[in-house]
């Protein structure tokens, strides 16, 4: 099992001009193939995303993903 313990705030760019073009333009905090996962912890993942929601049409990101996550 693997466990990532959050016990303060996780916190993205503030917006889209903020997101660093050299990072993907599609999720935030990815997990792939993650395998009996548990995230712990007393933190807070902030998602940042008023401006996000504010666009009139993509590119939303996704805040977290699990891909091919087996439980």
Known sequence: MTVHQIDGVLMPPDGPASWPATDSRKQWIVFYKADRLTLAGEGTIEGNGEEWWDLP????????LFSSAVH
């Not at 049409?57 to 977290?64: D, F, M, S, T």
């Open 57 to 64: 049409c993509k590119p939303h990101r996704v805040l977290l």
